[in-house]
């Protein structure tokens, strides 16, 4: 195809050249490099209200066993793993205690941290708490939620 004025071919240009295409990844690569950090700690602090939610279930199903069971329950604490107790033992096995639904691995889950005052929280057969107070602290990339327990093993915070 030629032009009328100078004579010279004039060609149909279709696409990006490669300095276009380039130019586009280093700026998505930049907004990449500013977001990701905010994203990252926005799932961290997910996984840490998520792991406050497991350990408030936990603290449901402990008090929910002991009135329903009219025995005493507690939630037993090892390193990050929790998991619900009744005692005497009623289930068929080996054993004092029967284990009230599934154990938690909250490092595994959430990966968190759990540090509890105590390594359980317990419940008598009315379902309140046997202390005065409990608290478990979960951490998890410098951000700590708390879960408190009243003397009468509500969730208070």
């Known amino acids: 195809m030629t032009s ?8 149909s240009r279709s696409g990006f050249t490669l300095i276009e295409a380039l130019i586009v990844v280093v700026v998505l690569g930049l907004i ?3 977001g990701y950090p905010k994203v ?5 602090k997910t996984d840490l209200r998520s792991a406050r939610t497991t350990v408030i279930n936990l603290v449901a199903t402990a008090r929910a066993a002991s009135v329903q069971t009219n025995r005493p329950t507690w939630i037993k604490f090892e ?13 068929a096995g080996a054993g004092t205690t029967d284990t009230v639904g599934t154990v938690q691995d909250l490092s595994a889950q959430y990966k968190v941290t759990v540090a509890p005052v105590l390594d ?5 057969p009315r379902g309140f708490g046997v202390s005065l107070a409990d608290t478990v602290t979960l951490t998890r990339n410098g951000h700590t939620e708390t ?10 915070k």
Request: without cysteine; hydrophobic residues 45%.
């Open 4 to 11: 009328r004025k100078s004579g010279k071919a004039v060609r």
């Open 32 to 34: 990449m490099v500013i």
């Open 40 to 44: 990252g700690a926005a799932m961290g």
């Open 79 to 91: 390193g990050n793993k929790a998991y619900v107790l009744a005692r005497p033992r009623k289930k």
């Open 120 to 124: 359980s929280i317990q419940f008598d």
């Open 147 to 156: 879960v408190r327990l009243d003397g009468l093993g509500r969730v208070i």
